[in-house]
C-alpha cells in the first residue's frame, strides 16, 4: 500500500495496523480463524468487504488461514520482493490492506494457496 491507507471500519487493533498497513505477517498457528470449521464468509478486518468463503479453506499446514480462491473481484495481487524472494503479495480490492500472500502450492481446483494472516479477517459464520 506504498503512499496509500486503508480506509479503517470500527478501530483496528496496533497488530492489525502493523499487518495490514505495514505489510507484517502475525506469527503463524497465533490465528484462532486457522481452526475455524463453520460455515461462513471472511471479511476484511478494515473494511467489512467480503474476501473468502468457508467451502475454500482447507488446512494447509503453514500456520496461517488458507484458502484456494477468493471471491470474484474480492483481492488484489502485486510482486513482493521483498525479505530476498519473489512471492505475489494479496490485499484487499476494496481498502487496499494487506492481507496476506498466494503461494502455487494450493489444491485443486486452482493449486492456489491464499496465504493469508488471521489478523487481517473476521469471520462472520452463516445463519443456522
Same mark, same amino acid.
Given at each position: 500500500? %506504498?503512499?496509500? %491507507?486503508?480506509?479503517?471500519?470500527? %478501530?483496528? &487493533?496496533?497488530?492489525?495496523? =502493523?499487518?495490514?498497513? /505495514?505489510?507484517? &505477517?502475525? =506469527?503463524? !498457528?497465533?490465528?484462532? +480463524?486457522?481452526?475455524?470449521?463453520? &460455515? /461462513?464468509? *471472511? ?5 467489512? $468487504?467480503? +474476501? ?8 494447509? !499446514? @503453514?500456520?496461517?488461514? @488458507? *484458502? *484456494? ?12 520482493? @521483498?525479505?530476498?524472494? %519473489?512471492? +505475489?503479495?494479496?490485499?484487499? $480490492?476494496?481498502?487496499?490492506?494487506? +492481507? !496476506? ?9 486452482? /493449486?492456489?494457496? *491464499?496465504?493469508?494472516? /488471521?489478523? $487481517? ?6 445463519? $443456522?
Amino acid at each position: 500500500m %506504498t503512499g496509500k %491507507t486503508a480506509p479503517l471500519c470500527g %478501530t483496528l &487493533t496496533p497488530e492489525q495496523i =502493523r499487518v495490514m498497513h /505495514g505489510h507484517g &505477517t502475525e =506469527r503463524p !498457528g497465533s490465528s484462532p +480463524l486457522n481452526f475455524e470449521k463453520r &460455515t /461462513g464468509l *471472511y471479511r476484511c478486518a478494515a473494511c467489512n $468487504a467480503p +474476501l473468502f468463503r468457508s467451502e475454500t479453506k482447507y488446512e494447509s !499446514g @503453514s500456520g496461517w488461514p @488458507s *484458502y *484456494y480462491d477468493a471471491l470474484p473481484g474480492a483481492v488484489e495481487t502485486q510482486t513482493d520482493t @521483498s525479505h530476498g524472494m %519473489t512471492r +505475489l503479495e494479496v490485499h484487499c $480490492a476494496s481498502c487496499k490492506g494487506h +492481507l !496476506g500472500h498466494i503461494f502455487p502450492d494450493g489444491p485443486r481446483p486452482t /493449486g492456489q494457496r *491464499y496465504c493469508i494472516n /488471521g489478523v $487481517a479477517l473476521d469471520f462472520v459464520p452463516d445463519p $443456522a
